[in-house]
């Protein structure tokens, strides 16, 4: 079975705080994703990956930048936390392959910001 | 972009009831795919559809991709207490997949 791990299921910290979220997948999925989940707005993508060191933007990436040093790895950072970025955080992997390939997701972080 | 929209929303069901849920997109797409997420848990990839017209079932559940591929529904026949919880469509172009907002279903026993 995949395995989509997220370093956290809970966390809190403070505005203006630098966070990182990290995202770990042992099935050598070349696509990684970060998505946001809101209640009423579904999941919505901030960005993704679909090789070491590469990344797109997504559907709403202002605030966070991504990192990925390794191809199990894929980390979303937010700069300068604020409190509008309060939100449920789930990281996806996908294989790449021809067609298109079902995402495998984590068990999300939530994620308060004071 | 690219925008799926799924109704409804919420969807209250009397178990051993049907019901349907919606998926439409403003573009058109290459596939849909469909998630379910029970409360507290992840979303979990249930059935992907590529051909126009397509329908595919997964015992109790039908799936089904408009001949345009812009919408796609799934119809759940006699609920039970185990589908409590949301429904996503997602709908492929390149690489990324674009979600509904969901519909989330509960069960009255």
């Known amino acids: 079975d995949v395995k989509v791990t997220q370093s956290s299921r809970y966390l809190v910290k403070r505005t203006g705080e630098k966070v990182f979220l990290e995202c770990v997948q042992d099935m050598d999925h070349e696509n990684m994703f970060w998505y946001r989940q809101d209640p009423g707005l579904g999941l919505r993508l901030i960005y993704f990956s679909y090789d070491v060191k590469m990344k797109e933007k997504g559907d709403i990436p202002e605030g966070y930048s991504v990192s990925r040093e390794k191809k199990e790895r894929f980390s979303l950072i937010l700069e300068s936390a604020s409190t509008n970025q309060t939100s449920m955080y789930l990281c996806?992997?996908?294989?790449?392959?021809?067609?298109?390939?079902?995402?495998?997701f984590g068990d999300g972080t939530r994620l308060s910001i004071l | 972009g690219q925008q799926v929209m799924q109704i409804p929303q919420y969807q209250h069901v009397q178990e051993g009831e049907d019901f349907t849920t919606y998926c439409n997109s403003s573009?058109?797409?290459?596939?849909i795919q469909w998630y379910k997420q029970r409360p507290g848990g992840h979303p979990v990839f249930l059935i992907q559809l590529v051909k126009s017209g397509e329908v595919k079932k997964q015992k109790r559940l039908t799936f089904q991709f408009g001949e345009a591929k812009k919408n796609s529904s799934l119809h759940i026949t006699a609920t039970q207490t185990t589908d409590v919880g949301t429904y996503f469509c997602?709908?492929?172009?390149?690489?990324?997949?674009?979600f509904g907002a969901g519909t989330t279903v509960t069960v009255r026993a």
């Open positions: 997602a709908g492929r172009n390149d690489y990324k997949l674009s």
């Open positions: 573009t058109t797409l290459s596939n």
């Open positions: 996806a992997s996908s294989f790449q392959g021809t067609g298109n390939q079902p995402q495998h």
